[in-house]
């Protein structure tokens, strides 16, 4: 019986080793990996994608102030324009300035209520 409950905990302990570490490679390792940067304040970000087959995408890709439009397939990327800046203006509206003085508190309740609108 202390035979079997001991291989019980053993699984159970490995069990709990294993989903540990497939949370923590997916929180850190694949966000990395798979543009889990975009919108952390990077330069590079993928702002808007459609799935149009099985391997092929349409991205409007943010580099600096810049977009593009591009289209993804297994063969690589191809870049199909650049938009204009009235574009660009459209799919990126300018983030009001924060106000001055304002300490983190104000600043998480403001990001928080611009996300429930």
Known sequence: MGEEFGSLLWALVVTALILALAYWFTRHVVGRMSGGSAGRGH???VVEQVTVGKEEKLLLARLGER???LAVTPG???VLRELSEEETAQW???EPP???GENFAQ???RVLEQRKK
């Open 76 to 78: 690589g990327i191809t």
């Open 98 to 100: 924060a106000p001055v």
């Open 92 to 94: 990126m509206p300018p």
């Open 43 to 45: 330069r590079i970000s």
């Open 67 to 69: 977009l593009y439009f």
């Open 107 to 109: 600043a998480l309740r």
